[in-house]
């Protein structure tokens, strides 16, 4: 069984204009696939891996034979993290500067917003945060709301296409800060990619991905 490049939720350009089409599709169609290929490539060297999830993969990183885990690492990751991230983001709605009733942008509700009241005082703290964390990440990476082992929620940062997974964290949100997410429209402006991409977070998936975290 091989893995997939995943559909988009929304057309290319459903998050404008806080993300533009012409990213969204460079995004998806050139390096998403790409890493969903080169990891492809790998496992047909070591047929015993194929059929895994790609979460028992990331999670168990040192079982895999030392020749393509790096390749499952970086290309794994970038799959696994790409997956999520299209998911938690969603058109903007009217007010928070779309032209459409979507659902993206605003503040948690339910679970998750409790969970991040408890963690962090209250969501402005929590955004305050971890806006400082995406915008400072030095190189390429990503930002993330994880729960750790405990079942803390916690800010975290990771290099490349690293993922919370492989350091026994589940991922709940999570920012690309790859300059390939941001720099067709706001070229080496992050810190404004990271204000702007509040605007167009899927509240709803996120509560999802927390729920199913902490079964």
């Given at each position: 069984m091989k893995y997939e490049l995943p559909k988009l939720p929304y057309a290319y350009d459903a998050l404008e204009p806080f993300i533009d089409a012409r990213t969204m599709e460079i995004h998806h169609t050139k390096h998403h696939a790409t890493y969903v290929a080169k990891l492809n490539d790998a496992l047909t060297l070591f047929p015993e891996f194929?059929?895994?999830?790609?979460?028992?993969?990331?999670?168990?990183?040192?079982?895999?034979?030392?020749?393509?885990?790096?390749?499952?690492?970086?290309?794994?990751?970038?799959?696994?993290?790409?997956?999520?991230?299209?998911?938690?983001?969603?058109?903007?709605?009217?007010?928070?500067?779309?032209?459409?009733?979507?659902?993206?942008?605003?503040?948690?509700?339910?679970?998750?917003?409790?969970?991040?009241?408890?963690?962090?005082?209250?969501?402005?703290?929590?955004?305050?945060?971890?806006?400082?964390?995406?915008?400072?990440?030095?190189?390429?990476?990503?930002?993330?709301?994880?729960?750790?082992?405990?079942?803390?929620?916690?800010?975290?940062?990771?290099?490349?296409?690293?993922?919370?997974?492989?350091?026994?964290?589940r991922p709940i949100l999570g920012l690309d800060v790859w300059e390939h997410a941001y720099y067709v429209k706001y070229l080496w402006n992050r810190p404004e990619y990271v204000k702007n991409w509040w605007n167009i977070i899927n509240w709803k998936q996120v509560e999802e991905n927390f729920k199913a975290a902490i079964k």
């Open positions: 194929t059929g895994k999830t790609i979460e028992d993969l990331l999670t168990s990183l040192h079982l895999i034979n030392e020749t393509i885990r790096t390749a499952v690492r970086n290309h794994g990751g970038g799959h696994y993290n790409h997956s999520l991230f299209w998911k938690i983001m969603a058109p903007p709605s009217s007010r928070n500067g779309g032209t459409s009733e979507g659902t993206g942008g605003g503040e948690p509700k339910g679970k998750i917003a409790e969970a991040i009241a408890q963690a962090f005082g209250n969501f402005s703290n929590f955004k305050e945060d971890f806006t400082k964390a995406a915008a400072t990440l030095f190189g390429s990476g990503w930002a993330w709301l994880t729960l750790d082992a405990a079942g803390k929620l916690e800010i975290r940062t990771t290099q490349n296409q690293d993922s919370p997974l492989s350091q026994g964290e």
